[in-house]
């Protein structure tokens, strides 16, 4: 026999013990589930080039969330986020334990939650699986603003560098990869309820992507520049590597002198222009004339400009910059560029007094200040932007950069307070979207690994190891020509978010017009099923 339906009045302790036991079990079962599929979109991110796990995740979620309120929905999606982001984010706790690593992503987990809960009330609109990605790329955009400016790390596009929907990067940037990614996945769960529907929703995006191919170019229609990518590793990983700021700049000037002599000795190209990376001088150039010397005699004995990760006292404020700067042969510093987009809990401290009651360890995160001018260099033939470490992450600091009139993009950065993580290879991949995404090639600068010159067309050409000294060289080409994506800047996303969250507006305003007298059954498909609404 079938048990009853639950009415809106009845609890879950009126419940007939079998119909409890099974509400538990199916909750549990939700549970697990959700998890499993957070799990599985963060098995697509790199190191791993398992990309196609990530549509797979948003089945399962889609699976999860249709039919359900937004309670349960706003549950399932914290237990998913918590799959995805836990473990992606595990690099933030290398060497300051739980305190950084577990809240980053609860946090993160709860905003992914605010998204599936709206996920789940567009989940009975016609046409479904289409709202639902719209407004999955609302939710990302509110990630990349809130809270402490914005924490865009885990957006689904960093994680398909390798996949077939990378070309769409050239088109709507990220967030078009990203809506395609969950396009996909929720429409292979909507199969089961609309065959023709579900199969559009999963066909569709994979062709576009396939068909966005013939839009990426790799033709070097500014000329071309041999450059050089210095790593020049640190004496030992951590957070006291800054301990080490006059062995850490040592190293980079010795592996630039010895790239100087296999370009003597013809081993080498001789490099146009050479990039070091973040904090590869943290003691600053313009107080300290010993660490100047030593700079200038690297660039002297390269015979090219160089761009040099300092750390730059403000003579006003006396504050700390996290600054580029450019030296040139026979002249010395010529230009700097100061980091824009600083990381909250490390470069910045938002709100010290308050956090320190949990923990003094907040005083060891800095006091920097940002830049404003995305102005990168000119170097030879090439114009450099400059996107330093974390600024890589944000959509719009990557674009500003390249609108100031960019053909090459810089991207040096310090993963040397990460160890052994998969961050390197995280920022890797950000980095490889934005050479699609802009048509630009990239040349990835690390103190400690993993070093690379990537292709306009995502590829890497070149990469180094992580711990060890290198330097890579080679001839890329130098691109004007601006990607649909570019010129179309943050419009596709604010479009593709205004429709999320007009559906969202509709679905709302039809469950009022059509909602139940009190007192009716309530369908499975309209129960709270997830862990916040089991009750």
């Avoid at 789940?120 to 809130?146: F, H, K, N």
């Avoid at 590793?233 to 000037?253: E, M, S, T, W, Y």
Wanted: glycine residues 10%.
């Amino acid at each position: 026999m079938v048990a009853a339906p639950v009415t809106s009045d009845q609890s879950v302790a009126d419940m007939p013990p079998i119909r409890r036991r099974r509400d538990v079990r199916g909750t549990l079962l939700r549970v697990l589930l959700a998890a499993a599929g957070g799990g599985a979109v963060f098995l697509s991110f790199p190191p791993r080039t398992t990309w196609w796990l990530a549509p797979v995740g948003f089945a399962v979620l889609g699976v999860l969330l249709y039919g359900r309120r937004a309670r349960a929905g706003f549950g399932l999606g914290v237990v998913w986020g918590l799959g995805f982001m836990a473990p992606l984010l595990r690099w933030t706790g290398e060497f300051v334990g739980l305190i950084a690593w577990l809240p980053l992503a609860l946090l993160c987990a709860v905003l992914i939650g605010v998204g599936t809960a709206a996920m789940a009330v567009v989940s009975r609109v016609p046409g479904a699986p289409l709202w639902m990605a719209l407004v999955w790329v609302a939710d990302e955009a509110l990630r990349a603003v809130v809270p402490f400016g914005g924490f865009p790390w885990g957006k689904i596009a960093f994680g398909q560098p390798e996949g077939w929907y990378l070309p769409l990067a050239s088109v709507g940037g990220a967030p078009l990869v990203g809506f395609a990614v969950a396009l996909t996945g929720l429409g292979a769960a909507h199969l089961g309820r609309n065959w023709k529907l579900g199969a559009t929703a999963v066909v569709l995006p994979l062709a576009a992507g396939i068909a966005a191919t013939a839009l990426v170019h790799t033709d070097p229609d500014q000329g071309s520049v041999t450059v050089a990518a210095i790593q020049g590793n640190v004496p030992r990983a951590g957070l006291d590597f800054n301990a080490q700021r006059r062995a850490v700049l040592d190293n980079h000037v010795k592996r630039t002198l010895e790239l100087a002599d296999d370009v003597k000795a013809g081993r080498a190209q001789q490099p146009d222009l050479v990039i070091w990376p973040e904090n590869s001088s943290d003691i600053d150039p313009f107080r300290n004339v010993d660490a100047a010397a030593q700079i200038q005699r690297a660039v002297e004995a390269i015979n090219a400009p160089v761009a040099v990760g300092a750390v730059v006292i403000d003579q006003d404020d006396r504050l700390p910059r996290n600054t580029v700067v450019l030296y040139e042969p026979g002249i010395g510093a010529t230009d700097t560029y100061t980091k824009r987009q600083l990381q909250p809990f490390g470069e910045t401290m938002p709100y010290r007094s308050f956090f320190r009651i949990f923990s003094e360890t907040v005083d060891r995160a800095g006091t920097f200040q940002p830049g404003t001018d995305p102005q990168g260099f000119t170097m030879g033939a090439a114009k450099v932007a400059i996107d330093t470490c974390y600024e890589v992450a944000f959509d719009s600091v990557v674009r500003d950069s390249i609108t100031a009139g960019a053909n090459l993009i810089a991207i040096p950065t310090n993963n040397a307070t990460f160890g052994y993580t998969e961050m390197t290879y995280q920022q890797l991949a950000m980095s490889r979207l934005r050479a699609v995404e802009h048509g630009k090639s990239v040349v990835v600068a690390a103190t400690s690994g993993v070093s690379a010159l990537v292709a306009p067309d995502g590829s890497v050409t070149h990469r180094s190891g992580m711990f060890t000294p290198d330097a890579l060289v080679a001839t890329v080409p130098l691109r004007g020509e601006a990607t649909l994506a570019t010129r179309l800047g943050a419009w596709p996303e604010w479009v593709m978010t205004a429709l999320g969250l007009m559906a969202v507006a509709f679905s709302l305003t039809t469950k009022r017009r059509s909602r139940p007298t009190p007192g009716a059954g309530v369908g499975e498909e309209e129960t709270d099923g997830g862990p916040a609404g089991a009750a």
